[in-house]
T-cell receptor, first 111, second 114 residues
Framework: GQQVMQIPQYQHVQEGEDFTTYCNSS?????IQWYKQRPGGHPVFLIQ?????EVKKQKRLTFQFGEAKKNSSLHITATQTTDVGTYFC???????????FGEGTQLTVNP | DTAVSQTPKYLVTQMGNDKSIKCEQNLGHDTMYWYKQDSKKFLKIMFS???????INETVPNRFSPKSPDKAHLNLHINSLELGDSAVYFC?????????????FGQGTRLTVV
């Protein structure tokens, strides 16, 4: 079954508004990865988090890994139309081979 | 230089036909995957190969048969295609050892069964 649950499934925002997507697990995760898929495109790796409480930033994007390593979030400040796409969290099982994705959050940005 | 390349990009075929999708990676990765993405964008893992050996085989109909002739290639053959097989199929690869464990995806193959 799905190891990570992601919400919301859809998010519509006005350009300039903030956006957050959340990833939750019932079990402790050894790592969390985030990917972005533009419409018509393929998933592209954004970042990986491995430490409890870790926070990483990429320009307007802020990624967090919870203290208990059971949840993660991606926050975009002041969205732009270029942020449109589906954002996925993903987890690699400790054995190293299984890469499982959350359901994804489809973001649309109205100009 | 495309890191992970899939062919074809589009595939339209009739029910009952057999078709293949090819994938090649030039990144030297040891693990390759096939994912199915449905209309709701959900990425479902189908198969994973590590060094040419099948290590993950999810609950996928046995009409789907992956083949890895070498570490750089992972092909997907589908027999007796059904309407429900219509989806986008992504190939991906990654290196399972070390700190750089990101996955690289191919462009996807949009399969339409009519």
């Amino acid at each position: 079954g799905q190891q990570v649950m992601q919400i919301p499934q859809y998010q519509h925002v006005q350009e300039g508004e903030d956006f957050t997507t959340y990833c939750n697990s019932s079990t402790t995760l050894s790592n969390i990865q985030w990917y972005k898929q533009r419409p018509g495109g393929h998933p592209v790796f954004l970042i990986q988090l491995v430490k409890s409480g870790e926070v990483k930033k990429q320009k307007r994007l802020t990624f967090q890994f919870g203290e208990a390593k059971k949840n993660s979030s991606l926050h975009i400040t002041a969205t732009q139309t270029t942020d449109v796409g589906t954002y996925f969290c993903a987890n690699i099982k400790t054995s190293g081979s299984r890469l499982t994705f959350g359901e994804g959050t489809q973001l649309t940005v109205n100009p | 230089d495309t890191a992970v390349s899939q062919t074809p990009k589009y595939l339209v075929t009739q029910m009952g036909n057999d078709k293949s999708i090819k994938c090649e990676q030039n990144l030297g990765h040891d693990t390759m995957y096939w994912y199915k993405q449905d209309s709701k964008k959900f990425l479902k893992i189908m198969f994973s190969y590590n060094n040419k050996e099948l290590i993950i085989n999810e609950t996928v109909p046995n009409r789907f048969s992956p083949k890895s002739p070498d570490k750089a290639h992972l092909n997907l053959h589908i027999n007796s295609l059904e309407l429900g097989d219509s989806a986008v199929y992504f190939c991906a690869s990654r290196h399972t050892g070390g700190p750089n464990t990101e996955a690289f995806f191919g462009q996807g193959t949009r399969l339409t069964v009519v």
